[in-house]
């Protein structure tokens, strides 16, 4: 288990992690789910911010899901035994039980949240691109995305009970001042809204007359 101590020198998750083993489980869709992590690496939805890739992808499994870890580099080889399986949340306690051998993403608890109230789901896939927070208000007439107004902090507890409310029925919210989040009924249709959004918020940042 990792120690307040270590918690406090720049690792961002805000919940406590509790390993119960060093290695994953590995399943059928791990392999379409480290395609996708280079997809968003290699598209610049996972930009790199102080050495680490910006974002983070999840799937659900009959445990709980598959996330990747915190401060993970994307497309630096990863291979299926540096994901981590998250098999319990606890609300209460603010702590998450795992199975890996780093701590998972620091925005767990708001995957977690979405599939909990999203049985639908099968995918979430946090990403941060700049073009599409800079015509947000576009892409939302477009689109059929929430647009939450209120920013708040990463990893909170508020921030994934919000942002799950705030995303509904829909499969594209745009988190103010941070990124967005697409998810699908397969890794996917997640994969394939996040790209379409993606290219359109690029296509009208090269537009001269884009507001």
């Known amino acids: 288990?990792?120690?307040?101590?270590?918690?406090?020198?720049?690792?961002?998750?805000?919940?406590?992690?509790?390993?119960?083993?060093?290695?994953?489980?590995?399943?059928?869709?791990?392999?379409?789910?480290?395609?996708?992590?280079?997809?968003?690496?290699?598209?610049?939805?996972?930009?790199?911010?102080?050495?680490?890739?910006?974002?983070?992808?999840?799937?659900?499994?009959?445990?709980?899901?598959?996330i990747t870890p915190t401060r993970a580099r994307l497309k630096a080889g990863m291979g299926w035994e540096s994901l981590v399986e998250v098999v319990r949340s606890d609300w209460h306690g603010y702590a998450l039980h795992y199975l890996g051998e780093r701590p998972p993403s620091s925005d767990s608890f708001l995957h977690g949240k979405i599939f909990a109230v999203r049985p639908d789901v099968e995918a979430v896939f946090h990403g941060h691109d700049d073009s599409v927070l800079r015509h947000a208000g576009r892409l939302a007439e477009e689109f059929d995305i929430a647009c939450p107004s209120r920013e708040i902090a990463f990893g909170t507890r508020e921030d994934a009970e919000e942002t799950a409310t705030a995303l509904g029925g829909k499969g594209y919210l745009i988190r103010k001042g941070h990124g967005f989040v697409a998810v699908g009924r397969t890794l996917d249709e997640a994969g394939q809204l996040a790209i379409r959004i993606h290219r359109r918020a690029v296509e009208l940042s090269r537009d001269p007359d884009s507001p």
Do not use: H, I
């Open 1 to 66: 288990m990792t120690s307040p101590e270590d918690r406090e020198c720049g690792t961002r998750f805000k919940f406590l992690p509790v390993q119960r083993d060093r290695k994953p489980n590995r399943y059928a869709r791990t392999e379409r789910f480290l395609y996708w992590c280079n997809v968003f690496d290699e598209a610049g939805m996972a930009p790199m911010e102080g050495g680490a890739s910006a974002g983070n992808l999840s799937f659900r499994t009959p445990a709980g899901f598959v």
